[in-house]
Nanobody, 124 residues
Framework: QVQLVESGGGLVQAGGSLRLSCEASGGAFSSFVMGWFRQAPGKEREFVAAISRGGITTRYADSVKDRFTISRDNAKKTVYLQMNSLKSEDTAVYYC?????????????????WGQGTQVTVTS
């Protein structure tokens, strides 16, 4: 069983930055595609970014492209989301997720394990 624990969320002013971390345990981290998703109140969970097992391939939602960067350190079993130029519309609970299959995906149902989420609030 894989456990994922996010950290790094908080309150930040618009234009500021945050770095989220997600540490995995209980599985072969380098075997998983990793993704970040977010869910704002009253909205469905949406894709933010994903990274391949080796860290070579990344994908981003159009809304965060050029502002957010996903990366991973397989030795530390951790995936990161660097968020710059934050906007009020980035306010949400952010979740990391792990996928057993080889290809990245933007669909929440394609991911097998989820963390508990970390709140990001951007004030204008």
């Amino acid at each position: 069983q894989v456990q994922l624990v996010e950290s790094g969320g908080g309150l930040v002013q618009a234009g500021g930055s945050l770095r989220l971390s997600c540490e995995a345990s209980g599985g072969a981290f380098s075997s998983f595609v990793m993704g970040w998703f977010r869910q704002a109140p009253g909205k469905e969970r949406e894709f933010v970014a994903a990274i391949s097992r080796g860290g070579i391939t990344t994908r981003y939602a159009d809304s965060v492209k050029d502002r957010f960067t996903i990366s991973r350190d397989n030795a530390k079993k951790t995936v990161y989301l660097q968020m710059n130029s934050l906007k009020s519309e980035d306010t949400a609970v952010y979740y990391c997720a792990a996928r057993l299959l080889i290809f990245t995906s933007t669909t929440p149902n394609d991911y097998d394990y989820w963390g508990q989420g970390t709140q990001v609030t951007v004030t204008s």
